[in-house]
């Protein structure tokens, strides 16, 4: 009796997993209440078969893949999907492949935002446009930086340079060489 009791459980528990998985197929809600009711009246069997090609479109959209691959591919999965009963793939398969190819443009362009960047980084080659440069050169005779030159470089409208030299403390450097 608990062997059994314990089975029935575990198919309970297997059944409401199946049903708590939310149905994708539509682009609305009412959409999805007409093709899942669709599906539960032609090929019940088959339901969560069919959402996961409907998962799987709607991810090729997000991932911007190409309107005309993402309705193909979803087209081909619902044929091998709804193949073992008649009436769901000449009517439903059918339909819902039809529906995608006629009115899925808006809804591919609407998932745009939702688009994942594959592929490479793209490296440019234009370098940001250097107006003012300052270098400190030190000078030769002390290691300290207050006897340092100061070297700015203008870039003026026309392109061409103008260079301006500034020795900070002329006179304290004036006064190292002289010691030296």
Excluded at 5 to 15: E, P
Excluded at 48 to 75: A, P, S
Excluded at 150 to 158: A, G, H, R, S, Y
Aim: charged share 25%; with cysteine.
């Amino acid at each position: 009796m608990f062997t059994l009791t314990f089975f029935l459980t575990l198919l309970l528990i297997s059944f409401n997993k199946a049903e708590e998985q939310e149905w994708e197929c539509g682009s609305d809600g009412l959409s999805k209440i007409f093709s899942e009711a669709s599906i539960d009246g032609d090929c019940p069997e088959l339901k969560w078969q069919v959402n996961g090609c409907c998962v799987k479109h709607d991810k090729c959209y997000d991932d911007q893949l190409g309107q005309i691959k993402c309705d193909d591919t979803f087209c081909q999965c619902l044929d091998r999907v709804t193949a073992p009963s008649k009436k769901c793939f000449d009517e439903d398969s059918k339909s819902f492949c039809e529906l995608v190819r006629e009115f899925g443009e808006g809804a591919y362009l609407a998932s745009a935002p939702n688009a994942t960047t594959i592929g490479k980084t793209i490296s440019t080659t234009t370098a940001p446009k250097i107006t003012s440069a300052a270098i400190i050169i030190p000078d030769s005779t002390t290691s300290t930086i207050t006897d340092a030159q100061l070297v700015t470089t203008n870039k003026t409208k026309q392109g061409s340079l103008n260079e301006t030299v500034v020795e900070k403390l002329r006179g304290q450097r004036k006064s190292s060489i002289g010691r030296a």
